[in-house]
T-cell receptor, first 115, second 117 residues
Framework: DAGITQSPRHKVTETGTPVTLRCHQT?????MYWYRQDPGHGLRLIHY???????DKGEVSDGYSVSRSKTEDFLLTLESATSSQTSVYFC??????????????FGNGTRLTVT | AQTVTQSQPEMSVQEAETVTLSCTYD???????LFWYKQPPSRQMILVIR??????QNATENRFSVNFQKAAKSFSLKISDSQLGDTAMYFC??????????????FGQGTRLTINP
């Protein structure tokens, strides 16, 4: 399995509080991604990174920010958590679209509940 | 915008039977990849099989095979000799290039498959 660690595994927080989720990889892959999973929607891309300090928005980025100061770490921050952000969050890594047989590998997810 | 549709929210079969999960997608791109991911109750996302759009030959991985119909934009997954461990949510996904070598997966809504003893 690809070396991806997400922390925490579970978190319960109150509306309005800031929350940071961490993704750590040991594969030295250039690309990292944050997805959220909700019933009826599959997984949807929040933000992604194509290198240290290089990030961009995905399709559901409102209310989220990210940072990548090192190759191995990609942080997802909810500045002020809302109940609509209750979800399971997955981090993923990849080598390159242009590299044959280079799919996304996923972490084990973080279940976030905003009360 | 690319979309992926899985029209079967739930399926249930007996152990050892063959089951086919449907997936259709919509894109105007010519260079892309298609995947099936399995998500058991542990929540882990496990890659089952992949297909390159430029390859006409259908991909196979042991008991798992796909029927890729590029013109029809259809990508179904067949599981032969189903096992209890195949019980999971299955996601069809379309992968496209976005920027600087990064890739984006667009997922279907998922099909919950139950294998009964």
């Amino acid at each position: 399995d690809a070396g991806i660690t997400q922390s925490p595994r579970h978190k319960v927080t109150e509306t309005g509080t800031p929350v940071t989720l961490r993704c750590h990889q040991t594969e030295n892959h250039r690309y990292m991604y944050w997805y959220r999973q909700d019933p009826g929607h599959g997984l949807r891309l929040i933000h992604y990174s194509y290198g240290v300090k290089d990030t961009d928005k995905g399709e559901v980025s409102d209310g989220y920010s990210v940072s990548r100061s090192k190759t191995e770490d990609f942080l997802l921050t909810l500045e002020s958590a809302t109940s609509s952000q209750t979800s399971v969050y997955f981090c993923a890594i990849s080598e390159s679209f242009f590299k044959p047989n280079s799919p996304l590998h996923f972490g084990n997810g973080t279940r976030l509940t905003v009360t | 915008a690319q979309t992926v549709t899985q029209s079967q929210p739930e399926m249930s079969v007996q152990e050892a039977e063959t089951v086919t999960l449907s997936c259709t997608y919509d894109t105007s791109e010519n260079n892309y990849y298609l995947f099936w991911y399995k998500q058991p109750p542990s929540r882990q996302m496990i890659l089952v099989i992949r297909q390159e759009a430029y390859k006409q030959q259908n991909a196979t991985e042991n008991r798992f095979s796909v029927n890729f119909q590029k013109a029809a934009k259809s990508f179904s997954l067949k599981i032969s000799d189903s096992q209890l461990g195949d019980t999971a949510m299955y996601f069809c996904a379309f992968m496209k290039y976005i920027i600087q070598g990064a890739q984006k997966l667009v997922f279907g809504q998922g099909t919950r498959l139950t294998i009964n003893p």
